[in-house]
């Protein structure tokens, strides 16, 4: 049996030379240590050997059962390694390959005009307020001197909910707003920016859906000075250091004395061309002081303070700014527009703070 058994030994370390994965690993293990192998039945024969016999035989057949395990341990350790090492070349990354292009959206225009403005005016100690967008007709109206059957209405007035609720026309109900809560609190020092809505027919430069900005101070002995002031810092931020601006008299029944306000043209230095149609000026925004009526009657005492006011358009300062010359671009969600803006927004992004 003892020479058997070491021919099984022999065949076994023939077998194993030829294994190559884990399978084949498998069934040899079966074949040679399953319930049905040889050495099973040599065990089984133990059964009819004398005793000194059985001692000699089994501890033979041990140790063969162990060289045979111990063999296939080594053997699934190297194979599962090499199998390891196939895997991990085949899915190999090359990092050189080029990327997948990841579609990563950048801030509208209009938002990106918005927070600049923000930007500069939250660094001169103002607060950024917003409202709500169905406004009541006393806020929107009445309480800044244009009460019912005013003509001034006539050039707004357009989307209302109700006979005393509309779709604001201007942000200015937000100033009312805060007056009326901080009633001698001063000093007030807000901008307001949102959307507005007026019965304007869409064109090249108008929109009945629009964004606006305005601002209000109120303290005392505040003067035309402050307002001109603040907004040469306002021209030079958004259109260069060179912009110098001019105040023309106007007319909002809101503000008394009101002006119109005038940058010089950053497209031609103010010599005269086509943007500027020949005069070296463009007009941007209008503002005043503020009418003693509506200090009144949002609480203040007219003769202790004042203040001024202004209203921009986020929209025409970014046309103007990237010579945009139809303003309906900025709605109708045309990536072919939008992505024009990725490089500008992207430069915008790393210098800012964010
Ligand atoms: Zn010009």
Redesign the pocket.
Known sequence: MKEEILELRKSFELDLRNVDSLNTLNDLRINYLGKKSKIQEFSEALRDLSNDDKREIGKYINDTKNFMESSLNVLRTNLELKELNNKLSNEKIDVTLPGTKINVGSIHPITKTINEIEDLFISMGYDVLEGPEVESDLYNFEMLNLPKGHPARDTQDSFYITEEMLLRTQTSPVQVRTMLANTDKTPIRIICPGKTYRKDNDDATHSHQFSQIEGLVIDENISLAHLKGTLEVFAKKMFGDEREIRFRPSYFPFTEPSIEVDIS?F??????????K?T?W?EILGAGMVHPNVLKMSGYDSKKYSGFAFGMGPERIAMLKYGITDIRNFYTSDLRFLNQFDRVEKEWYHESKW
């Open positions: 043209c497209n031609c230095g103010g010599k005269g061309c086509s943007l500027c020949g070296g463009i």
